[in-house]
C-alpha cells in the first residue's frame, strides 16, 4: 500500500486559505484518500474522501491530481479552531488495507 | 450520545501486567477498528473486523489479542505488557467495507507502562 508522508507543520493566519499537501507514490488504482482532523486529546475526524479529480464539501476541498501521487486538502478562510493535525489516510477498496500519513500540525494564528 | 467509546480512558501500569480495553459503538455499524498512535503521532492500523471476522491483521506482537464478541464490541486485550506499548490505542468504526470509507473514532485509551 502507499506509503504517505505528509509536511510535518504549518502556519497560517486567520482567514487565509491553506493547503495541505500529502504524498502517495505507490498509490494503487483500487486506492482512495480520505482526511481526517484530531484535536489535542481526541480522536481523529473525517474531513473528506476522494479518488480523482476535485471534491469539495462544506467545510474543504480535496485535489487529486491525475496521476494521483499527490493529494492536496484545501480549508477554505481558516479560523484559529482548525488549528489540529490533519492526516490523510489511503484506503484499500475492500477496506483490507490501511495507511496513514505521516500528519501535518496546522497553526492558525490571529 | 457517544457513537464510540472506550474504557478505560487512561490506563497505567507495570511491565509483565495483562490489561484489556474495550471500545462498544452504538452506530450499528458493521466494521470496527484498532490503532496506534505513538508519541510522534503516528497513527498505525493494528487490527480491523468486519460482523465478527478478522479483516486486518498488521504485523503486531502476538501479545495483542482482539476480541468481538458482537458487531458492536471489539476489545483488545494485551498480555505481557512491554515499555514500548505505551502509547494511545484508538477504537473506531465505519459503516461497512464498501464506500464511504468514513470512520468515526473514539476517545482514545492512553496506556501508560512503568
Known amino acids: 500500500l502507499a506509503k504517505t508522508t505528509q509536511p510535518i507543520s504549518m502556519d497560517s493566519y486567520e482567514g487565509q486559505e491553506v493547503n495541505i499537501t500529502c504524498s502517495h507514490n505507490?498509490?494503487?488504482?483500487?486506492?482512495?484518500i480520505t482526511w481526517y482532523q484530531q484535536f489535542p486529546s481526541q480522536g481523529p475526524r473525517f474531513i473528506i474522501q476522494g479518488y480523482k479529480t476535485k471534491v469539495t464539501n462544506e467545510v474543504a476541498s480535496l485535489f487529486i491530481p491525475a496521476d494521483r501521487k499527490s493529494s492536496t486538502l484545501s480549508l477554505p478562510r481558516v479560523s484559529l479552531s482548525d488549528t489540529a493535525v490533519y492526516y490523510c489516510?489511503?484506503?484499500?477498496?475492500?477496506?483490507?488495507?490501511?495507511?496513514f500519513g505521516t500528519g501535518t500540525q496546522l497553526k492558525v494564528e490571529l | 450520545d457517544t457513537a464510540v467509546s472506550q474504557t478505560p480512558k487512561y490506563l497505567v501500569t507495570q511491565m509483565g501486567n495483562d490489561k484489556s480495553i474495550k471500545c462498544e459503538q452504538n452506530?450499528?455499524?458493521?466494521?470496527m477498528y484498532w490503532y496506534k498512535q505513538d508519541s510522534k503521532k503516528f497513527l498505525k492500523i493494528m487490527f480491523s473486523y468486519n460482523n465478527k471476522e478478522l479483516i486486518i491483521n498488521e504485523t503486531v506482537p502476538n501479545r495483542f489479542s482482539p476480541k468481538s464478541p458482537d458487531k458492536a464490541h471489539l476489545n483488545l486485550h494485551i498480555n505481557s505488557l512491554e515499555l514500548g506499548d505505551s502509547a494511545v490505542y484508538f477504537c473506531?468504526?465505519?459503516?461497512?467495507?464498501?464506500?464511504?470509507?468514513?470512520?468515526?473514532f473514539g476517545p482514545g485509551t492512553r496506556l501508560t507502562v512503568t
Open positions: 473506531a468504526s465505519s459503516q461497512d467495507l464498501g464506500q464511504p470509507y468514513e470512520q468515526y
Open positions: 489516510l489511503v484506503v484499500r477498496r475492500g477496506g483490507n488495507k490501511l495507511t
Open positions: 452506530l450499528g455499524h458493521d466494521t
Open positions: 505507490n498509490i494503487a488504482t483500487n486506492d482512495y
